[in-house]
């Protein structure tokens, strides 16, 4: 089992960056490809990117891609999302995400069903 904890959440002005960071714990961590996602109020989650255990391997929504950069350093057990050019819209709880590598061959990356183990979330606020 695998214990995940994010940070780096908060309060920004649109056009601006934060970086949240998604620390593990319990298991080794290149066994699991990670992934975040995120939930607005009143919304379902949905996904916003990923990337395989090696980290060689990225993944983005579309509403993501060029702002968003996924990362991972695995000698830190840990998982990165830096957000740049942030929007109102962008406001969510943020959640990371493992896939256990092992269990399973195929990973439904955008499946938020398909992840093994979730952080609590970080609050994302982006004013306009």
């Known amino acids: 089992q695998v214990q995940l904890v994010e940070s780096g959440g908060g309060l920004v002005q649109a056009g601006g960056s934060l970086r949240l960071s998604c620390a593990t714990s319990?298991?080794?961590?290149?066994?699991?490809?990670m992934g975040w996602f995120r939930q607005a109020p009143g919304k379902e989650r949905e996904f916003a990117a990923a990337i395989s255990w090696s980290g060689v391997f990225t993944y983005y929504s579309e509403s993501v891609t060029g702002r968003f950069t996924i990362s991972r350093d695995n000698a830190k057990n840990t998982v990165y999302l830096q957000m740049n050019s942030l929007k109102p819209e962008d406001t969510a709880i943020y959640y990371c995400?493992?896939?256990?590598?092992?269990?399973?061959?195929?990973?439904?990356?955008?499946?938020?069903?398909?992840?093994?183990?979730w952080g609590q979330g970080a609050q994302v606020t982006v004013s306009s």
């Open positions: 319990g298991r080794t961590f290149s066994d699991y490809h």
């Open positions: 995400a493992a896939f256990d590598r092992r269990t399973r061959s195929t990973w439904y990356k955008d499946s938020p069903n398909a992840y093994d183990y």
